[in-house]
């Protein structure tokens, strides 16, 4: 087989090692939302566990690269694939790492009933982001800019609801009294749904920087 053909399987390759990685990363973050729903810790533990295939996967996908780049020595455009490859799983891995955190702020309170409505708002946060990384993924694998930039305005939208909920949580600690731990728990929560969707953001800056060559700032 010719060198550049050659070259052309192995990058159709690494994609198929990215998307897996996405769906191990959205998997994660769904069973997550779902394991917060219905407090089942010890699915929590589960999700906790699995992180170390998403960051072997992640390393994989990093080797991967950069012996493309050593043996190949690409043009540009071929070498911004790569380039965009290696940016992209980096942030899919930060996801994974963000949806653990989730997993260990929920395992450290139980919700009192009083605050049970603030779960409602939370799961409809996570909702929200996982909308973006589903969108984002796809984009990706089209390669579609006008689906990439779409993500900008899905994270305003999510960065507002987060802003709302976060306010809505210190309304409540300022008139209750022994109901920190589960706030600020919460808060931690919401801030790391809220982190995820700005990765997705990234990756949609990625995504467009893969097409056109130019880095755009989307946030």
């Given at each position: 087989?010719?060198?550049?053909?050659?070259?052309?399987?192995?990058l159709?390759?690494l994609?198929?090692?990215i998307?897996?990685?996405?769906?191990m990363?959205?998997?994660?973050?769904?069973?997550?939302?779902?394991?917060?729903?219905?407090?089942?810790?010890a699915?929590?533990d589960?999700?906790?566990?699995?992180?170390k295939?998403?960051?072997?996967?992640e390393l994989a996908?990093n080797e991967k690269?950069?012996l493309?780049i050593?043996r190949q020595?690409?043009?540009?455009?071929?070498?911004?694939?790569?380039i965009v490859?290696?940016?992209v799983?980096?942030d899919?891995?930060?996801?994974?790492?963000?949806t653990?955190d989730?997993?260990k702020?929920?395992?450290?309170?139980?919700l009192?009933?009083e605050?049970?409505h603030f779960?409602?708002?939370?799961?409809e946060?996570?909702?929200?982001?996982?909308?973006?990384v589903?969108?984002?993924?796809?984009?990706y694998?089209?390669?579609n800019?006008?689906?990439a930039?779409?993500?900008?305005?899905?994270?305003?939208?999510v960065d507002r609801s987060?802003?709302?909920?976060?306010?809505s949580?210190f309304d409540?600690v300022?008139?209750?009294?022994?109901?920190t731990e589960q706030?600020t728990q919460?808060a931690?929560i919401?801030?790391?749904?809220e982190?995820?969707a700005?990765?997705?953001?990234?990756?949609a800056?990625?995504?467009?920087?893969?097409?056109n060559?130019?880095?755009f700032d989307l946030?």
């Amino acid at each position: 087989m010719a060198i550049r053909g050659q070259f052309e399987l192995e990058l159709e390759d690494l994609k198929k090692e990215i998307n897996l990685l996405a769906s191990m990363v959205e998997q994660s973050f769904r069973e997550m939302m779902e394991a917060f729903e219905q407090k089942q810790y010890a699915k929590m533990d589960d999700i906790i566990l699995h992180d170390k295939q998403i960051n072997d996967a992640e390393l994989a996908i990093n080797e991967k690269a950069t012996l493309m780049i050593a043996r190949q020595q690409p043009v540009a455009s071929d070498l911004r694939k790569i380039i965009v490859s290696l940016k992209v799983s980096s942030d899919l891995e930060r996801m994974g790492d963000l949806t653990v955190d989730m997993a260990k702020a929920a395992k450290r309170f139980v919700l009192k009933d009083e605050l049970a409505h603030f779960k409602k708002d939370l799961l409809e946060l996570a909702v929200r982001a996982k909308e973006m990384v589903d969108e984002v993924i796809t984009a990706y694998n089209d390669l579609n800019v006008l689906a990439a930039q779409k993500i900008a305005t899905m994270d305003d939208e999510v960065d507002r609801s987060y802003a709302k909920f976060v306010q809505s949580l210190f309304d409540v600690v300022a008139i209750e009294t022994g109901v920190t731990e589960q706030i600020t728990q919460m808060a931690f929560i919401s801030r790391y749904i809220e982190r995820i969707a700005d990765y997705c953001t990234n990756i949609a800056e990625w995504i467009i920087y893969e097409v056109n060559g130019k880095r755009f700032d989307l946030n």
